[in-house]
């Protein structure tokens, strides 16, 4: 019998389906607290201490009072239903980490990007590498307090989205608005497997 402090550690038997989601973004743009937020088991942290090292190579613009850093990955697990559970992968954001993405890409069934619109420049390189990729993803605006407020339109355009790329706000500190992004993620690229299908067939 598993005592009351593990029950969480394990996956119901319905459970028919796992589902890897990486998260990526720029660095300090609320990757590591978006999957604390929302896992429903204590997470796996790969964070360490930013050192002088980091100084000229970081960009600490708008993330003054970040004083970690996410070096290989973060892990959590969220079950959407009786029968779907997701796995999350949060990645490193700095670009000498980005040959980490390789592996946590692998499998995937899309991604979750998440980005700061204080520093929305840092989020081009890494929408090109997914677009590169072919990787269905969705955006989630993680809206800090002192975030300028942009609509889904301004937004698209800025990023050079596709039209049916999904464009989400998100308080990454909050699990019911991180699981809202992460379930817009997967009723998109569902959405896409559907439409694909007949394509298929034909």
């Known amino acids: 019998m598993v005592s009351a402090g593990f029950a969480d550690r394990y996956l119901p038997d319905t459970v028919q389906q796992a589902v890897k989601i990486p998260v990526v973004g720029a660095f300090g743009v609320g990757k590591t607290t978006l999957v604390g937020s929302v896992s429903e088991i204590e997470p796996l942290r790969t964070e360490e201490v930013m050192t002088q090292a980091s100084v000229g190579v970081d960009d600490l613009a708008g993330s003054s009072r970040k004083t970690t850093t996410t070096v290989a990955m973060d892990f959590g697990r969220i079950t959407l239903s009786p029968r779907i ?16 993405w390789e592996g946590l890409l692998e499998g995937a069934l899309g991604v979750l990007v998440v980005i700061d619109t204080r520093r929305l420049e840092d989020s081009f390189d890494v929408l090109e590498q997914l677009e590169l ?22 937004l698209r355009e800025a990023l050079d989205l596709l039209e049916d790329t999904p464009i989400v ?8 608005s991180s699981a809202d992004a992460l379930i817009t993620l997967v009723e998109h690229v569902l959405a896409r497997e559907v439409v694909r299908t007949p394509e298929a067939a034909s």
């Open 169 to 176: 706000m998100c308080d990454a500190r909050d699990r019911g």
């Open 133 to 154: 990729r072919g990787v269905p993803f969705a955006v989630a605006v993680n809206q800090f307090p002192d975030s300028e407020f942009y609509g889904t339109t301004e």
């Open 85 to 100: 559970v997701l796995y999350l992968f949060g990645t490193p954001g700095q670009r000498r980490f980005w040959d980490l």
